[in-house]
Structure formats: C-alpha cells, structure tokens
C-alpha cells in the first residue's frame, strides 16, 4: 500500500503540474483582456501644439465632473476665478469634492460640462507633458519611491542636481536631508521605507516644486507635520505666491489657512462660499453660532 502510494503520488504529480500551471495562463489570459480593454476605451490622441508657459490664471465656467465609470457628479456647477499670485485654501466636510477639485485642475479627472481653462486656454489644450512641468502636486498619501532621496525629489530626471537643491531648500528640507546617513544619496526602500511620516511628507512637497512650477495642487500637505514643519509649509506657499505662482491647498487644519488669501468651502460637490480668507472664515463662524443658538432653543 506504502509503495502504491508513492508510485501513484509520483504518476500524478504531472496532472498536478498542469493543474497549477492552469491558473496561472488563465490569470495572464485575464490581465491581457484587461489591458486590451483599456487600451481600447483610451484611444491615443493626436500630439498637440506646444503653448507658452501660461501664467496661472484659473478660470472655471459651469464645470461638472464626474467619478470615473459612474454618472455621479462629484463637482457640479463649478463658477470660480482664482488670479494668478493667490493661494486658496480648499474646505469642507469629507466627501464633499475636496480632492476631485485637485484631480481636475491636474487634469486627472476630466471635465464633463463647461470650460476649465489656464491662462484663457482651455486645459485640453496644454500637452500633457508640458502641463506636468508646470503643475507640481502632493498627494495625501505621499508615495516615495525606491532610490535615491534625489531621485524622488527629481522625479528620476537625470542630470538637473541644481534644480533638486533648489527644490528641496524651497520646501525648508535641505538641512533635514543633510541629517541622512549619506544626504541626497540615500537609498530609499519601497514606499520611503526608513523615513518618518512627516520626512515623506516634506520631501514629496520638495518634488512638488522640482522645477519651479506656477500651479502648485496640494492635498493635507500638513497632515503629518509638526509645528516647526508646518511654519515652514506656510513660508513656502508665501514664496510661492511672492513669485506671482498660484498655490491650491486642501486641509482640514485651520492653521495653514493663515498662508492663504483666498478660501473656498465645497458642500456636495458645489460652491457653498468663496472669498477672501477672513470674511469666509467671519461668515463660516457666524454660521456655526446661529446653528447652536437654534439648538439651543430647539
């Protein structure tokens, strides 16, 4: 019986091979379909012509967006004029577009009604190369990559040491990075392993200003700060405007507010106010006091 087994375990063993092997060609079979497909619903477009650098002057006209393979509105009747030099702090409760508003301006989420245009060009226009160059963005979730600590902050450009320096003294980093083990040569693992969150944090905001770009898209960029980290965040927003660029930051610290000139709050993906910083902040509290004096004699 013992030596029936293993003959017949060793008879199979193909079958289970095969069996294995199976899965795995049904799998890849899969994942080709699946490129195919998008390949397929995103038909590559003709080259463009290359505009000049566009002063950051953002104009948006009824825009309406929505979430990608649904027909909800994640922005809806959009009807801003934010002028070049502002920066505008992005408000409101979660879910209510904060991070869809970025996504358009970057050119991630598509415009579904209206214009969204850049210096009266609408953002269709721009090559999206170009347009990378001149928007710099910071994700919540701050991805670093493996390799260098430059390399990051110079989106694996090659050859532009200066720029890397200037980005990362423009986002206060430049010391810190010069407390690593080897400085800008340091070897980051996968996801920055090694680094705190708030260290991340400052060096993707250095990549978001690799190359100095006008419209500078950030999003909870103090939400692994300190104090000291987020003096410095408010010091780079306030050159950044200096320099006649346009910053857009999203929080929901209120403290950051005090770089920007400009706020908008978003309500369900609409306009709920916007202005200049202290009057929206005056109404927003004359708001809040009005619904606790109703509770208060509900």
């Known amino acids: 019986m013992i030596s029936a087994s293993i003959l017949m375990g060793k008879a199979l063993a193909p079958v289970?091979?095969?069996?294995?092997?199976?899965?795995?060609?049904?799998?890849?079979r899969q994942a080709h379909e699946r490129i195919g497909a998008?390949?397929?619903?995103?038909?590559?477009?003709?080259?463009?012509?290359?505009?000049?650098?566009?002063?950051p002057l953002i104009e948006f006209q009824n825009v309406y967006a929505s979430a990608p393979?649904?027909?909800?509105w994640v922005l809806k009747n959009i009807q801003l004029h934010i002028p070049a030099g502002s920066a505008v702090g992005v408000i409101g409760p979660s879910g209510s577009g904060k991070t869809?508003?970025?996504?358009?301006?970057a050119g991630v989420l598509p415009v579904t009604q209206g214009r969204l245009q850049i210096d009266g060009?609408?953002?269709?226009?721009?090559d999206r190369q170009q347009l990378?160059?001149?928007?710099?963005?910071?994700?919540?979730?701050?991805?670093?990559?493996?390799?260098?600590?430059?390399?990051?902050?110079?989106?694996?450009?090659?050859?532009?040491?200066?720029?890397?320096?200037?980005?990362?003294?423009a986002a206060s980093v430049h010391e810190l990075v010069l407390k690593l083990p080897k400085g800008y040569d340091t070897l980051l693992g996968t996801q920055g392993e090694g680094l705190s969150g708030g260290m991340k944090q400052r060096i993707g905001l250095a990549r978001a200003l690799y190359k100095k770009p006008q419209l500078l898209l950030l999003d909870e960029p103090n939400s692994n700060l300190d104090s000291a980290g987020e003096s410095a965040l408010m010091q780079t927003i306030l050159?950044?405007?200096?320099?006649?660029?346009t910053a857009i930051l999203v929080t929901h610290k209120k403290s950051i507010l005090r770089a920007c000139n400009k706020l908008l709050v978003l309500q369900d993906g609409e306009i709920s106010m916007y202005g200049n910083t202290?009057?929206?902040?005056?109404?927003?509290?004359?708001?809040?006091?009005?619904s606790r004096t109703e509770l208060a004699h509900g």
């Open 16 to 28: 289970d091979a095969l069996a294995s092997a199976c899965k795995s060609f049904v799998g890849v």
């Open 38 to 55: 998008l390949l397929a619903s995103s038909p590559t477009t003709e080259p463009l012509h290359k505009l000049p650098t566009p002063k």
């Open 69 to 72: 393979n649904t027909n909800q």
């Open 100 to 105: 869809s508003f970025l996504h358009t301006l």
């Open 121 to 126: 060009a609408d953002l269709n226009q721009y």
């Open 132 to 169: 990378g160059t001149w928007t710099g963005y910071l994700a919540q979730q701050v991805e670093l990559f493996e390799g260098t600590v430059a390399q990051n902050i110079a989106r694996f450009e090659e050859g532009n040491e200066q720029a890397v320096l200037d980005a990362a003294m």
């Open 239 to 245: 050159h950044h405007r200096q320099q006649g660029h």
């Open 278 to 290: 202290p009057e929206v902040l005056e109404r927003l509290q004359s708001k809040t006091q009005q």
